[in-house]
Nanobody
Framework: QLQLEESGGGFVQPGGSLRLSCAAS??????IGWFRQAPGKEREGVSC????????NYADSVKGRATISRDSAKNTVYLQMNSLKPEDTAVYYC?????????????????WGQGTQVTVSS
């Protein structure tokens, strides 16, 4: 059973940056997606990365402000978020699927972490 652990969330002012991490043993065998859920809203896809790290995708809402990457040696996938806005406030989840490619669709993922809170406010 794959156990995903997110970290790196916190409180940041608008315009600031955060780097979220998703770690698990054996992560190399999975494509990873990052999702977020704001209060009162549905969970939505933010970004994804394929198993090799050579293919990535981003939601329009974060394109140009987010970078997803993976470090196989550390069994970790990162989501770097820059120029944060109040509307980025949400619980961020990483998810894994045992396929080569990632997607931005919740239904495609089998394993989920517990989430990490990101709050953007002045």
């Amino acid at each position: 059973q794959l156990q995903l652990e997110e970290s790196g969330g916190g409180f940041v002012q608008p315009g600031g940056s955060l780097r979220l991490s998703c770690a698990a043993s054996g992560l190399d065998f999975y494509a990873i997606g990052w999702f977020r859920q704001a209060p009162g809203k549905e969970r939505e896809g933010v970004s994804c990365i394929n198993r090799s790290g050579g293919g990535t995708n981003y939601a329009d809402s974060v394109k140009g402000r987010a970078t997803i990457s993976r470090d196989s040696a550390k069994n970790t996938v990162y989501l770097q978020m820059n120029s944060l806005k109040p509307e980025d406030t949400a619980v961020y989840y990483c998810a894994a699927r045992r396929n080569y490619s990632g997607t931005l669709y919740l239904r495609d993922y089998n394993y989920w972490g517990q989430g990490t809170q990101v709050t953007v406010s002045s």
